[in-house]
């Protein structure tokens, strides 16, 4: 481990905790979003629950211009690959052994509280007016909604997106998922020599 690379003993502790603490089997995947604040307010949720990469699905909206400053840094310790098709997004994401599930107002949609979220999954949260795709819901293994009790029918995507992540925060803490890395030691090892050098 190239400890020199890291400027305080407090900084390698602060890395090696925050990596320990991530959910290899959580992931999250964008579609359309089209305001670059609410895809850094997103990028900071997935920093905080742990959150290790985001998908960012791109097939009509223009790529967002996501800044440093106004993701607080997270941009910089959450990972992101970009997509041009649902295909190839939700292929990639099975072939490393997730379930897709989206965020939807359909009447098929399960309750947010009665999902399994300590599986491996990635959650997919569409377009700030227009919702995900017909392709997201064709493609996706199962629709999620969160319940709303007021006149108001959805909350803001980066809001919903916080709220599902805090769910599976909860749901994986009480079955004991961050008590130990979810990476193999080699991994672990290397993510921390990467990020000390950022």
Same mark, same amino acid.
């Given at each position: 481990?190239?400890?020199?690379?890291?400027?305080?003993?407090?900084?390698?502790?602060?890395?090696?905790?925050?990596?320990?603490?991530?959910?290899?089997?959580?992931?999250?995947?964008?579609?359309?979003?089209?305001?670059?604040?609410?895809?850094?307010?997103?990028?900071?949720?997935?920093?905080?629950?742990?959150?290790?990469?985001?998908?960012?699905?791109?097939?009509?909206?223009?790529?967002?211009?996501?800044?440093?400053?106004?993701?607080?840094?997270?941009? =910089?310790?959450?990972?992101?690959?970009?997509?041009?098709?649902?295909?190839?997004?939700?292929?990639?994401?099975?072939?490393?052994?997730?379930?897709?599930?989206?965020?939807?107002?359909?009447? %098929?949609?399960?309750?947010?509280?009665?999902?399994? &979220?300590? =599986? =491996?999954?990635?959650?997919?949260?569409?377009?700030?007016?227009?919702?995900?795709?017909?392709?997201?819901?064709?493609?996706?293994?199962?629709?999620?909604?969160?319940?709303?009790?007021?006149?108001?029918?959805? &909350?803001?995507?980066?809001?919903?997106?916080?709220?599902?992540?805090?769910?599976?925060?909860?749901?994986?803490?009480?079955?004991?998922?961050?008590?130990?890395?979810?990476?193999?030691?080699?991994? &672990?090892?290397? &993510?921390? %020599?990467?990020?000390?050098?950022?």
């Amino acid at each position: 481990m190239k400890l020199r690379d890291c400027k305080s003993e407090n900084r390698i502790n602060k890395i090696k905790r925050t990596i320990s603490l991530r959910q290899g089997g959580l992931h999250v995947v964008l579609e359309n979003i089209h305001d670059p604040h609410n895809v850094s307010a997103i990028f900071r949720s997935c920093d905080a629950t742990g959150v290790p990469k985001i998908s960012l699905l791109y097939t009509n909206e223009s790529f967002p211009k996501i800044s440093r400053t106004s993701s607080a840094s997270a941009k =910089k310790w959450v990972y992101s690959e970009r997509f041009e098709a649902v295909e190839s997004c939700f292929e990639d994401l099975r072939n490393q052994g997730f379930s897709v599930l989206a965020s939807s107002l359909k009447e %098929d949609s399960k309750n947010l509280y009665s999902l399994d &979220l300590t =599986k =491996k999954v990635a959650l997919v949260f569409g377009n700030e007016h227009r919702g995900i795709s017909d392709d997201v819901e064709k493609h996706a293994d199962g629709l999620f909604y969160i319940p709303m009790n007021g006149m108001i029918q959805s &909350l803001n995507v980066s809001v919903a997106t916080a709220v599902t992540l805090y769910e599976a925060l909860r749901q994986r803490t009480e079955a004991g998922m961050y008590d130990e890395p979810s990476y193999p030691p080699e991994q &672990l090892e290397s &993510l921390i %020599d990467e990020w000390c050098d950022k």
